[in-house]
């Protein structure tokens, strides 16, 4: 029977995501197959079989699919199954494990911050093994990109939990999470940014819609800062108001430094867009998700209010200037950032701000999706195809058009 866990419970329910709630509708993702092949459970490429004297072959619409994300900061599960073009979460888990944590210092990571992270994995592999997941796919990124013992680290988690992680690379990790939430985007024409600010690195997707079903990836950049790595790098938080507006100030020059080349490619298409047509901007992240609730001033934090809102730019500067001028006791008081975020939270308003000072909108949108739900469609997607081709062969061999 599938746990149903309260939203409030975001640590370990999947930021809210409850078994059986439905994802919005998107177009079919026929042309989108995973980078690399998924992984079974147990590490092995491939079909999960069902066991000896089980029972026989599922159909897709009953099979459940499975998305690990293992970032700098949260280790992220998703289990759903086909509900035509569309999919209905069968299970979710979430925890905060700061596998980055010290990474910026050291460039590797912690024997801690591993245990967390193997502990959280531990918990999905047991999820994989109970939900009987026929197609799973499981990837590393940032926090495992730059370690040095990255690698090894992924080799013991093959060793103890089965579940075979790719780490993969800042472009894979963009494309995916447009895939998984530019059904979110506002209605309109004219370019487009989704941006995705993670624990380790934040990745901004130019893109077009064309009145095509998919947005067309124009450009794109991922730069090293995320809320853990800005944090870090920025030492820790002085205890006086001036101390922190300087903290603050020195956090939004390094992401604009970092970002002035993505920048000056932007200002072209600034300059010829048609200026009748609002600039339109859409964010996933543990950060646009916290400070649009603090916008609705929710009392726990509500994905069904959150996932797919949209929010003045300037409310979420407002947010965003007084987060930054609080101290961290303070922070840790208001609802739906408490103690885990209460120091990271900082570092993605100034990500945010950066954003919005290159890419004007008036308005952002918000989605609590990403990644994962950009795995799970590729993975449907793709054995969709599978499935398809497989028909086909066996039509035709029945009509005697194959040899």
Known sequence: MAEKLPPAMREEAGQGIEPGQDQRAAPTLSDKVPAKPARRPDGRTGRIDPPPGGRGPITQQ???????????????????????????????????????EGLAGSGRLSDAAMDRALGALHVCSEKLRRRRVHLARSVATEACRRAENGPEFIARVRRETGIALDIISAKEEARLAVLGCHILLEQGDGPAIIFDIGGGSTELVLVEQEGAPLPRIVDWMSVPWGVVSLTETCGTEPADTDGRAARYADMRRRVGESLAPFAARLQETLAQRDRSKPLRLLGTSGTVTTLASLHLELPQYDRRAVDGLIVPAEAMRGISDRLSSMPIPARRELACIGRERADLVVAGCAILETILDLWPAEQLGVADRGIREGILRSLMASEGMAARTHSALRR???????Q
């Not at 690990?68 to 209905?88: K, S």
């Not at 035709?396 to 194959?402: A, M, T, V």
């Open 62 to 100: 009953r099979q459940s699919f499975a998305a690990i994300d293992l970032g700098t900061n949260n280790c992220r599960l998703l289990i759903a199954r086909p509900q035509g073009e569309n999919f209905v979460v069968v299970d979710a888990f979430s925890r905060v494990v700061r596998l980055g």
């Open 396 to 402: 035709n061999k029945r009509e005697g058009l194959s």
